[in-house]
């Protein structure tokens, strides 16, 4: 039996979160670009077509830690990965230091780095003191902090995703002491833990805050209502932020890192290659990904309506070949398509 | 509440006696109030921890109530992470092709005796995925093998009406299946 644990995977300049965020300017030319985490979404198909389209860094979904390390059947259905499921890193929904301590000795030689949840606005988290309750909670969330750099170092990576406060101010002390404890760097979604998503993105609040905390030389990643690549280049001269995070723009257009301003056919293909490779995705799940991508691409309404009728992922597998030319990995133009390839276009 | 009290174990209503429970709410940060945008009830919880070894914690639920977690003793953290690294062999590991490998082995068995534990959700969609995957690369004499494999199976599994709708695909694949192996 496992007295040691697997040893922490080793980062070197390919893999290691930190590097690439602070070298993407040197060696791309351009800022680091992330694809956040989303609950149920950023499962592995997902993130491998991200990827594909130069996404830096890929989330997963968040895991809760008090279930992981309780519970084998939320091991099973929460993590899964490969080899090339890398530059990765795990986020935590956790409120207490003992369970992430356990959570980052058994995902430590699986990932790349482990993202604290500060931003998750649903109130059932909220209620556990998980998510955003947490950056009303410096103390604790300090803690943790402190209590993973001081075991692991360099050796893993930990970055905190936080929400602004409605005093601006609060949100700089709480950076300040997340980089007392060692934060490797901090994540800040622009609104405050009630406003909604269709209100904009406070990018002056990002840039009132990465001004105040660049002395430290902790990298900051403005998330937010980046949809495109000018959305992406907005951000970064507006806040002068060290790179983006993009999480619900990918959800449509996972491309969007490739400059794609909608979703090309070619990553829905991916993304079927992908699912059905890996497996492990409800037919939901399925149906509510590629709905996304499809509300990207502008598909006819009358078939998009039929997409959303279809019950079983059979039924889901004729439909595309009935209506698209959908083609597979070992098919000629495979994953190039930028267009629907409608098979019997409407002429309405 | 008094009823609440008597099922937590003495020691802790002592330390709790001791505790300042503190709930800031939306109310404390003046702005909020204006800002939550009609959203009711945003009071926030801070956890107290109770035991810092184990992870037990109170925490306070919207209602004012407490609720305990339960925390967790190093001998069990320990078993689950030595099941963790030993048995599961760390997270589900799926590279491309890992599922025609491992679910061919599957299928060739006999499951009547030792086979995979069909009343597990997770192990019967991994199963399901097979014929997924055999349907969508268009093997469809495969798939409707799969397929007639596995209704047989799960067919054989306790308390069916959970399974059903998971036969009913099954079935529809195998008629398409077989309609498009020509």
Known sequence: MTNVPPPVRALTKKNDPLYIIKSRKLTHNRSVTIAGPMVRYSKLPFRQVCRHYNADIVYTPMILAREFVRNRHARMADFSSNESDTPLIVQVGVNNTTDLLRFAEMVAPYCDGIGINCGCPIKEQIREGIGSALIYNPDLLSEMVSAVKTKYGDKLRLETKIRIHDNWDQTVELCHRLCDAGVDWITIHGRTRTTRSSVPVNLEAIKYITDKIKPRGVPVIANGDCFTMKDFQKIIDYTGVDGVMAVRGLLDNPALFASYDTCPWGALELFWHYAMEFGGLPHQLLLHHLHCMFESMKLEKHLHNELMDIKTTTQLIDWFDRNFVLKRVDEVGFSEAVEIPYKNQSKV | ?182
Request: aromatic letters at 6%; one cysteine or more.
């Open chain 2, 1 to 182: 509440m008094l009823a609440k009290r008597s099922i937590i174990p003495k020691m802790v209503t002592e330390k709790l006696q001791n505790l300042h429970i503190s709930v800031p709410s939306a109310a404390d940060d003046v702005k909020a109030v204006s800002n939550s945008s009609g959203r009711p009830n945003q009071a926030l919880t801070k956890p107290i921890s109770l035991n810092a070894e184990t992870g037990e914690l109170m925490v306070r639920k919207s209602t004012g109530k407490t609720k305990i977690r339960k925390g967790q003793s190093s001998e069990e953290y320990e078993n689950e992470r030595n099941h963790f690294f030993d048995v599961e062999k760390g997270p589900v590991w799926t590279p491309v092709g890992w599922m025609m490998t491992a679910n061919e082995d599957l299928l060739a068995k006999d499951h009547s005796d030792l086979g995979p534990d069909l009343t597990l959700k997770q192990v019967r969609h991994k199963l399901m995925g097979y014929c997924h995957l055999l349907y969508y690369r268009k093997r469809f004499q495969d798939c409707a093998q799969a397929c007639e494999s596995l209704i047989a199976q799960f067919e054989t599994v306790e308390s069916r009406k959970r399974v059903q709708k998971e036969i009913d695909e099954l079935k529809g694949m195998l008629e398409h299946s077989r309609a498009k192996r020509v």
